[in-house]
């Protein structure tokens, strides 16, 4: 459930988590987004709104524990968005993509890190009004499964893997993988199951595999609960993975702070690659993982704020094909940027 937040709380997390009960209902990306609707209207009748909220106030999502948000951390460890001269309230973290393209669809965020699938797919279904402002990172997701359970893709066959969710980054990089190893998604039994979960789950044996975000497979190969089966660099290569995106109506109002948004970003990213040492120590305290865990894991993805908006294009298109955005491609909306 989505809770409405007026007026500043800074420095206070709001866990915007869905509930499980919806989380249980959403079995396919339809249905997700037919729960982000009624979310939007459940927003409006609560009365969520900026009132109160000052105008250099942003309201900032990430996702839990997840690496590749690391310049979020980075420009909020080190003020790099008070240096721009915002005040940042975290406005929720979430445990997949999904959960927080709907918490900007119902208004209660200004900004967000998450996948670009998920943020595209929400876009070009005309569910959330939203322009990228930059990219945050390439590549950084792994498959990993339970020691015997296989050694490549073509295994997976009849095999039990989790994903964070239907179009997020992971679930569009198995299909990937999948098409290149001549299968089909209903040749192996899928299930959705966010990433903290997915570590008990392969050490169960309720599951055989799954596909996260960084820094979880470097962790279940460090416990040595699975093994890396793939890297998304080789089911994808230099795929684009996490964007950082504001909602439109910041943008058009206040086209100066998405702005700032962009430079303290960009800065953050810059940090990470001067001050590699200093920056695992921001990620050790945001994601709680261990610093072996992080620093093998760190080594997999590339930050950078540059878009390429090839890549961008190609990873559309894909969305299309998977079905996951409605109507023919060109046809209807286009992905907005800032710059």
């Known amino acids: 459930m989505i809770f409405c937040n007026n007026g500043p709380h800074a420095g206070s997390v709001s866990h915007s988590y869905i509930d499980k009960n919806a989380a249980k209902a959403m079995k396919s990306p339809h249905a997700f987004y037919a729960f982000v609707?009624?979310?939007?209207?459940?927003?409006?009748?609560?009365?969520?709104?900026?009132?109160?909220?000052?105008?250099?106030?942003?309201?900032?999502g990430y996702l839990q524990s997840d690496l590749h948000h690391l310049p979020a951390f980075v420009a909020i460890e080190k003020g790099f968005f008070a240096d721009e001269g915002l005040e940042v309230n975290i406005g929720g973290i979430f445990r997949a993509g999904p959960e927080l393209m709907s918490a900007i669809a119902a208004g209660e965020l200004d900004a967000g890190y998450v996948g670009l699938a998920p943020a595209a797919t929400a876009a070009l279904n005309g569910v959330a009004d939203i322009s990228i402002l930059a990219q945050v990172n390439t590549e950084g997701s792994a498959l990993v499964c339970r020691p015997g359970a296989c050694r490549s893709l073509a295994q997976l066959r009849n095999k039990t893997v989790a994903i964070p969710g239907h179009a997020t980054m992971q679930d569009c990089l198995l299909n990937r993988g999948l098409r290149s190893a001549g299968l089909a998604p209903g040749m192996l039994r899928m299930m959705v199951l966010k990433p903290p979960e997915m570590l008990q789950a392969l050490t169960s044996g309720s599951i055989d595999c799954f596909i996260a975000w960084e820094p979880y497979p470097s962790r279940a190969a460090f416990e040595g609960s699975g093994s890396i089966v793939e890297r998304s660099h080789t089911l994808w290569p230099q795929h684009p993975c996490c964007v950082?995106?504001?909602?439109?109506?910041?943008?058009?109002?206040?086209p100066d702070a998405a702005e700032k948004i962009s430079r303290a970003h960009a800065r953050a990213?810059?940090?990470?690659?001067?001050?590699?040492?200093?920056?695992?120590?921001?990620?050790?305290?945001?994601?709680?993982?261990?610093?072996?865990?992080?620093e093998q894991a760190i080594g997999h993805m590339r930050f950078s704020p540059e878009i390429d908006r090839g890549k961008i294009e190609d990873f559309e298109a894909f969305l299309y094909e998977l079905g996951y955005v409605r109507g023919a491609r060109g046809s209807r909306r286009q992905l907005a940027f800032f710059q």
């Open 37 to 60: 609707l009624i979310a939007c209207a459940l927003a409006v009748s609560c009365g969520c709104s900026r009132t109160g909220v000052g105008e250099n106030t942003i309201r900032l």
């Open 244 to 254: 950082l995106i504001a909602h439109n109506r910041l943008v058009r109002a206040r």
């Open 269 to 294: 990213c810059r940090f990470i690659a001067e001050h590699p040492a200093e920056a695992l120590g921001i990620a050790g305290r945001y994601t709680g993982m261990p610093h072996d865990v992080l």
